[in-house]
């Protein structure tokens, strides 16, 4: 994702100072990233770093490092922040000792639900694509391979919901949008290939002026949705030249004058997290245009 992410100036152009103000804006002295109240938060604080990497931004990478070291092997934090001090130290380039890493990968492997994937919380039955996706994310993060994969592959198969789409529970009638992006790419990233409906099952989400809605039950596009279907969408080798417009558009609309992003029409706030998506979906929409 990062790696698309840094094609975002190419399309940001002057703006991209804006942009990157915006980020440095909201990172506080303590070496984390400000949350929407303003306080430090390890889940902001990495969209903050990757949103600083991808603009081709010197990082605060001493101030952050010690921001990330207080939070130890993850005594205390649940799985989804787990996974991003792990990203963090990616971002960083600075690895936890092997001792740590262990650790740390013991506090994910707790989450490891009895279908064989990974749930966000402990001691659950079914896994969530949002959780196999983070999972694979920490321990490439931490320079590990992931084990019994087949486990997390059967985890996604009874995710697959009514209509072709992935939920992040079994037996749903109607597939949500970042989930069947997140398992598109927990596929690819377990070498195998999406079924063909599961890109047109996205291409259906866009709208004609931009953006891609959350599930059919939501009538208003995001910029999560969009930046995770584009995404799952270049991966799978689909064509995306007609989206490119409307979808820049889109993009543009939620953008503010102080640099950072909305994450929908309806949001007052902007922050580090959508920030960064915006950067992904402008990288791929950047991408196509190249």
Request: charged share 20%; with cysteine; proline share 4%.
């Amino acid at each position: 994702m990062l790696q698309v992410a840094r094609l975002a100036p190419t399309q940001l152009g002057e703006s991209r100072e804006l942009v990157a103000g915006f980020l440095r804006g909201h990172f506080n002295p303590d070496g984390g990233f400000q949350d929407r109240t303003g306080a430090s938060d390890l889940y902001y604080t990495v969209f903050g770093l990757d949103g600083l990497v991808a603009l081709h931004e010197e990082l605060p990478v001493d101030l952050s490092a010690a921001y990330l070291d207080r939070f130890g092997d993850g005594a205390g934090l649940d799985f989804v922040h787990v996974c991003c001090l792990a990203r963090g130290w990616a971002a960083l380039q600075r690895r936890p000792d092997s001792a740590r890493i262990e650790r740390l990968l013991g506090r994910i492997e707790e989450c490891r639900s009895e279908d064989g994937g990974y749930a966000t919380t402990r001691g659950a039955e079914f896994g969530s694509a949002y959780g196999a996706f983070l999972a694979i994310g920490a321990y490439q993060d931490l320079g590990r391979t992931i084990p019994a994969s087949e486990g997390i592959l059967t985890s996604l198969e009874g995710l697959r919901a009514t209509d072709g789409g992935f939920g992040n529970h079994p037996r749903l009638p109607t597939g949500i949008t970042t989930a069947t992006a997140a398992a598109v790419m927990v596929l690819r990233q377990l070498d195998r290939q999406p079924e063909r409906e599961v890109g047109m099952w996205l291409l259906e989400r866009c709208q004609p002026r931009g953006g891609f809605l959350a599930s059919t039950n939501i009538p208003m596009p995001d910029l999560l949705s969009t930046a995770t279907a584009l995404h799952a969408l270049a991966a799978m080798h689909v064509p995306l030249g007609g989206l490119v417009e409307p979808c820049l558009d889109f993009v543009d609309s939620l953008w503010t004058n102080r640099g950072g992003f909305f994450g929908t029409w309806a949001d007052e706030t902007a922050d580090c997290e959508y920030t960064y998506y915006a950067l992904l979906a402008l990288g791929h929409l950047s991408l196509v245009q190249s």
